[in-house]
């Protein structure tokens, strides 16, 4: 079982940077590939990010690419989203989900998830 609490979310100016942190508990979590996730209202979720056990694959959507980058500590149980040059299309509660698939091809294969991070970008 793996327990996900994400943190670093708020409001910011367009052009801003925030840090998101996924920190989470349960031994096997440094064995999943974790993934950040957002919904913005009205709109269905969306990945904007994975990355494998190890960080040798990382996976970006194409609306951040560029401008988010994903990286994980495994001796601090933490994956964290660097986002630069945010944009009010940003805006969305951001998730973050841990799978035991090595490389998942759908939400459903996400077997985890935290409760989500409000992120506000103003224009």
């Known amino acids: 079982q793996v327990q996900l609490v994400e943190s670093g979310g708020g409001l910011v100016q367009a052009g801003g940077s925030l840090r998101l942190s996924c920190a989470a508990s349960?031994?096997?979590?440094?064995?999943?590939?974790v993934g950040w996730f957002r919904q913005a209202p009205g709109k269905e979720r969306e990945i904007v990010a994975d990355?494998?056990?190890?960080?040798?694959?990382?996976y970006y959507a194409d609306s951040v690419k560029g401008r988010f980058t994903i990286s994980r500590d495994n001796a601090k149980n933490t994956v964290y989203l660097q986002m630069n040059s945010l944009r009010p299309e940003d805006t969305a509660v951001y998730y973050c989900?841990?799978?035991?698939?090595?490389?998942?091809?759908?939400?459903?294969?996400?077997?985890?998830w935290g409760q989500g991070t409000q992120v506000t970008v103003s224009s």
């Open positions: 990355i494998t056990w190890n960080g040798g694959r990382r």
């Open positions: 989900a841990a799978s035991r698939t090595f490389i998942p091809t759908m939400t459903s294969e996400y077997d985890y």
């Open positions: 349960g031994r096997t979590f440094s064995t999943n590939t």
